[in-house]
């Protein structure tokens, strides 16, 4: 599918470039000074890194892809996106915290959309080696482009044994919708829960099968709209947090091999509830 290979090459771009500029400056927070600033808040950052890839990444789709309008978590949306048909939904670092701190939980995320949801889905995590696609009725593959490794779910069926991942909003502080309600309730009755503060890469887990479940309000479409098509072709259960259907632009998923998808919808129901006493 030409659209996936120009994806694909767009991140691996992308992910060569920030590779080849963190082996040259070594740790962004700390030793490139006056790339890292606030965006919205001061918990939610920016490098000049974020900026160079979505450029990169707008050049090399615009060149193999012309006509395909962007919406890009940092230049925001090209003018005809809201009114075509298909248009590229494109986080040029997802975990920007964690990129800037060294840490090496973050990717680069691409997904094509059109009138039926995400069609096309590219998650590259170049620091771990890492790499995740799928196309809509396709599956969902990891690995090299000649020896591709094709994904599956889990299959697990109790949340007491379920392992849990989610994230939190960079306003958590002073914002009602903070999900530390469904986080304290999850830890009590799942397996474990974890936070690696990288939307792409939980979903992208998910559909590994290293993880058996996610859920997370407030996100933005290119936060979640790769990963979540990589977990739909990987054969999971991807919905909204009331089980219905699933939209990148409403910010809320809710992801799973399927087995323990019908007990996460409840008890977010459940936490919801106990809120609106």
Not at 5 to 23: F, K, N, S, V, W
Not at 179 to 191: I, K
Not at 235 to 260: Q, Y
Request: include cysteine; charged fraction near 20%.
């Amino acid at each position: 599918m030409e659209l996936l290979a120009a994806a694909l090459a767009a991140a691996d771009a992308a992910a060569t470039m920030l590779t080849d500029a963190i082996r040259r400056s070594g740790d962004p927070i700390r030793n490139a000074h006056g790339v890292v600033r606030g965006k919205s808040s001061p918990r939610d950052l920016v490098t000049d890194y974020d900026l160079d890839s979505e450029r990169l990444i707008r050049d090399h789709l615009a060149r193999a892809a012309p006509g395909i309008p962007i919406v890009g978590e940092e230049g925001g949306a090209d003018p005809a996106a809201a009114a075509s048909a298909q248009r590229w939904l494109v986080d040029p670092i997802d975990g920007t915290v964690n990129f800037a701190h060294g840490l090496p939980l973050w990717s680069v995320s691409i997904a094509l959309e059109d009138a039926a949801g995400p069609a096309v889905g590219v998650v590259v995590a170049p620091a771990l080696g890492w790499r995740f696609w799928a196309a809509r009725g396709q599956g969902a593959w990891t690995g090299r482009a000649d020896s591709p490794e094709r994904l599956a779910v889990s299959t697990a069926s109790e949340l007491a044994q379920a392992l849990l991942v989610t994230g939190f909003p960079y306003d958590r502080a002073t914002h009602a919708v903070n999900n530390f309600a469904e986080w304290e309730h999850f830890q009590r009755v799942a397996g474990a829960c974890r936070r690696l503060g990288c939307a792409s890469l939980d979903l992208c887990l998910v559909a590994r099968g290293w993880l058996d479940g996610y859920w997370e309000r407030r996100l933005s479409p290119w936060d979640i709209a790769a990963g979540a098509l990589i977990v739909a072709e990987a054969g999971g259960r991807v919905t909204d947090t009331r089980g219905g259907r699933f939209d990148p632009h409403s910010g809320e998923v809710v992801a799973s091999g399927g087995g323990i998808h019908d007990q996460l919808i409840a008890h977010l129901a459940q936490v919801a509830g106990a809120g609106q006493k």
